[in-house]
Each structure stands twice: as structure tokens, then as C-alpha cells.
């Protein structure tokens, strides 16, 4: 795939808010600067270039869309169309798809349109949420989960770590359930499956004993539903049993997965908890009780942060707060791990995997693909930046799956389960992999030459030209420096050498 200098070109429009209603799109009459933007943002360059006209038309043009830009002059946008025209323009090899047949995949033997589905929270709770996300493309929606409970939700109720640019990191909620009646429920899944037949209806549900989750599943199949999710859970719904205290005991994940089952003849996933040391066990039972498939990860229960003047975490409710669940890019590494070990479970062999967790771009979504997922659930970057997303989610998976010669999704699920280990002991130890320096990239900051020596081995000192010059006796290819290199101007080298 073509990047703009690996990623440079996302570093360089940090300070761009990703707008709606964008006015620099105002004052550009031959192209959608926003688009541009949000394509290289969501590493979609290809896409990007593609779309552009065949002379490149900011080369005598005054740039009034970076005056208009809501931070006027700090986000470079002449310069990173320029860049897709000299850079990444030069370097496409491959048209942009005419069609999206390769997504085309399917759930339990239910087609999807595409692999990615709303997942179970705010951004698919109503009628009119979902309706504006099924036509704006995404393939199906895991609507909130449904339950008799009587909910009534804290104010606030999120919080969030944010990166230096105030994108968010880390995503805390202490959400409940769907604040809606049962019937009302089932009305708004009527009228989804009449308006919109070819998307894809997951129906969440959480019940309080056998019979609850046997009703609410025989409900959702009369009224609509093409599967049902099972709400194992919820860190939110811990006391009274519910939510993830019954994915943490498998015996009450499979006798309430036995009871749904019982309940209806639609496909049956069960979501597991990420607050426990394996997750196999669970999925096991879960499969036991006849789940057709997993759901995984739902949050992670979480605290974050201290107000340093009231001690209160966030968020703060009248001098209170929770543990919450934790959704958002911080978790997708952990999320990841558990979709391997689910992946790699020969006992859970035949089971569809709907995995989510962290997922912004494309890249996020194939990655999960790799490991064995089969669709994707996204919520915490639709809050963040919209429905609009799907547009580079389908671009990017097709794009790639293009590049690669697949004809279809399913040809990349597992790819990447071969070459995972659950431990450290296989890895190969004899040989070191030195870093290289890119010295046009190289501002001299001295970044990786503070890293090595505070933190690594020493291996890296400055010459008088403020460039950087490594020791290979002392360098043991840690790589810590190509990891804190704020230019990308250090890259793993291209030869082993064998230890000394």
C-alpha cells in the first residue's frame, strides 16, 4: 500500500479537527479538501490521488481553503495535495475497485453486504440512528442491548484520555442499556427490517433469568432480528448477576446460551468479557450451550483519572464515580490477543468470530480479519467521528483486497494466527536486526539518542552535524528508537547479523 512518507502526511494535519459542513470545502471550487484529509487521515492516499483531477490544481492557487480552515494557516493542505500528486500519485499501481463484490461476505450463512456492523451501544439505539447508518453504507447494526430492566443513565457519563492532537486514546463509559421499553424495541426492529431487508439486524439482549433470555430471543427472531447477540458482558450490569459476571462463569454462559437457543431459530452469538485471564472457557461453554458464534471484546472495566482538587474519577456524578468499561484504540492490542486465542481454539473450530475493539481504519478492521474475524463491530470511532467512517473502511479493506488478488473477505480470515505464539520462549534469539538511519527525515532532534541512552544501550551518539551515528558493538537491535522517532526517519534494517 501507498503511504505519504509513512505517515508523514497524517503528523502533518494534526491540527486538522476532521470537520463537518467543512468550510474549507467552501472556497475550493475543483476539489473536497476535507475528503482528501479524511482519506489520508484513514490512510486511504490511493483513494485519495485517484480521485483528483489530472492536472494538479494548487500549484498557482493562493490556498484560500487553509484561511477558511476553522484554525486558519495550521493545517498544510496545498502542500499534502501536492504531495499526493508528486509522492503517492507516481507510485498507484492499482485502479480503485469499480465495485465492493470482494466484501461481500456473510454472518451465520447471512449475507452481509460488508464485514462492518455498528456495534451494540448509543450509535444504534434508535430507529433514526440506524436508519441514517444503514444508508450511509455500513452492512448492519448490533442495536443497544435490549432488557425489562428500568434504566435510567448517570450525567456524564463518558470520559476519555485524549492524544496531543485531542483525539480520543482511551474511551470510558458507565452506560447502561437501552433506555427503551421492550415494545418499543421491537417496534423500531419492525420497522428497520421493512425499510432496510438486505441490512443486517443483530439484537442484543440481556435477561435476568432462563425464561427472560428465552423470551427476549424468541421476541427479537418474531419481530424482525436475523441473529442475536447474547449480553455476557456488560461492565456496567455487574450486581444482581448480570452483565460480566455470567462471562465470567461459564456454567451460567452456557446455561443461559442453552436458554436463548431454546428461544429461537436465528443464528446466536455469544459477547464475551475481557475481564478474565482467557477467554476460551467461556467460548467453549458458549458453544456448548449451541452458540453459533463469539462476540469479542466488550470494554475493559477501567478508572481514569483523578480530579487533583475534589479526588473524584472521571466521570464525576454529584462526587461519585464508577468503574466503567474502556473501548477506544487503547484496548485494541489487548482486544487482539483475545481474538487470537479464539482464533487458534481448535475446540471452538466452526464458530463465526464478530470482532471489535479499538477500531478507527481499515487497517484496524483487517487486522482482526487476520486473526480470524469474520465480521466487525465498531462504536467508539463512530462517536468520534461519525457514520461517515464506513466510506473509508469499505475503501481501504477493498483496496487492499484488490492489491493481494483476493476475491473475496474470507480469503484473509486467519492469515495472521499461524505466526503468533503464546509465549516468547519460540523466538528466534542468535541474530540482531540493526536500525537504519533515513537522513533526509533526520531533524536532529536527538530523540533516539536520549532513548538508547536512558533507556536502552548506549548505542546511539550525535555527530557534529547533529545526525545521528550508531555503535554497533553496543546496539542490540531492541528497535526502541525507531519507535520514538518523532520523523520516522529510523526504520528496521534490512540484514541479520548473527551475535557475537
Not at 492516499?45 to 494538479?56: F, I, K, T, Y
Not at 442475536?228 to 458482558?233: A, G, M, P, R
Not at 548505542?459 to 547533529?466: G, K, T, V
Amino acid at each position: 500500500m501507498i503511504r505519504i512518507e509513512p505517515d508523514i502526511g497524517r503528523i502533518d494535519m494534526i491540527r486538522c479537527a476532521l470537520c463537518g459542513q467543512a468550510p474549507c470545502d467552501n472556497a475550493c471550487e475543483t476539489v473536497r479538501p476535507s475528503e482528501l484529509l479524511r482519506r489520508i487521515w484513514f490512510h486511504n492516499e490511493q483513494q485519495a490521488v485517484q480521485s483528483l483531477p489530472a492536472e494538479n490544481p494548487c500549484l498557482t492557487c493562493p490556498a484560500p481553503c487553509e484561511k477558511t480552515c476553522v484554525r486558519p494557516g495550521e493545517v498544510p493542505i496545498r502542500d499534502l495535495v501536492n504531495r499526493l500528486y508528486y509522492q503517492v500519485k507516481p507510485e498507484c499501481e492499482t485502479p480503485v475497485p469499480e465495485n465492493e463484490e470482494r466484501l461481500k461476505c456473510d454472518l451465520c450463512g447471512i449475507p452481509l453486504e460488508n464485514p462492518f456492523l455498528l456495534a451494540s451501544s448509543v450509535v444504534a439505539s434508535t430507529y433514526d440512528m440506524c436508519a441514517r447508518a444503514f444508508e450511509a453504507g455500513w452492512a448492519g447494526a448490533c442495536f443497544k442491548t435490549v432488557c425489562t430492566l428500568d434504566i435510567h443513565e448517570a450525567s456524564p457519563r463518558y470520559s476519555a484520555i485524549t492524544g496531543s492532537d485531542g483525539s480520543i486514546i482511551g474511551f470510558k463509559n458507565v452506560e447502561q442499556l437501552s433506555d427503551h421499553s421492550v415494545a418499543e424495541n421491537m417496534e423500531i426492529f419492525r420497522r428497520l427490517k421493512a425499510a432496510y431487508p438486505t441490512k443486517f439486524i443483530l439484537a442484543s439482549i440481556m435477561g435476568q433469568n432462563e425464561e427472560e433470555w428465552e423470551k427476549l430471543a424468541r421476541m427479537c427472531e418474531e419481530n424482525g432480528a436475523d441473529a442475536v447477540e447474547l449480553n455476557f458482558s456488560c461492565p456496567n450490569m455487574a450486581e444482581g448477576g448480570l452483565g460480566s459476571d455470567i462471562g465470567q462463569v461459564p456454567e451460567l454462559v452456557e446455561r443461559f446460551t442453552a436458554a436463548a437457543k431454546r428461544g429461537c431459530n436465528i443464528p446466536v452469538l455469544a459477547k464475551l468479557t475481557p475481564n478474565v485471564a482467557t477467554m476460551s472457557p467461556a467460548a467453549e461453554a458458549a458453544k456448548r450451550g449451541g452458540a453459533d458464534g463469539i462476540a469479542a471484546i466488550n470494554t475493559i472495566k477501567s478508572i481514569v483519572g483523578i480530579n487533583l482538587h475534589t479526588y473524584v474519577s472521571s466521570p464525576a456524578v454529584h462526587g461519585r464515580s464508577a468503574v466503567g468499561g474502556y473501548s477506544g484504540s487503547a484496548v485494541k492490542p489487548i482486544a487482539m490477543r483475545f481474538i487470537a486465542e479464539l482464533g487458534k481454539n481448535p475446540r471452538l473450530e466452526g464458530l463465526h468470530i464478530s470482532a471489535m475493539g479499538g477500531v478507527e481504519t481499515w487497517k484496524d478492521a483487517l487486522d482482526y480479519i487476520l486473526l480470524g474475524g469474520r465480521s466487525i463491530q465498531v462504536a467508539t470511532a463512530v462517536m468520534q467521528y461519525g457514520y461517515r467512517i464506513i466510506d473509508d473502511l469499505k475503501a481501504g479493506l477493498n483496496m487492499y483486497l484488490a492489491e493481494k488478488g483476493f476475491s473475496s473477505v474470507g480469503e484473509a480470515v486467519g492469515l495472521g494466527l499461524d505466526s503468533i505464539s503464546e509465549t516468547t520462549d519460540t523466538l528466534e534469539r542468535d541474530t540482531v536486526l540493526f536500525p537504519q538511519f533515513v537522513r533526509e527525515r533526520c531533524i536532529g532532534c536527538g530523540r533516539c539518542m536520549i532513548s538508547c541512552g536512558d533507556g536502552g544501550h548506549q548505542a546511539i551518539r550525535l555527530n557534529e552535524n547533529r545526525q545521528p551515528v550508531l555503535d554497533g558493538k553496543k546496539c542490540v537491535g531492541c528497535h526502541l528508537c525507531v519507535l520514538v522517532c518523532p520523523q520516522q526517519a529510523i526504520v528496521p534494517g534490512k540484514k541479520r547479523v548473527a551475535l557475537r
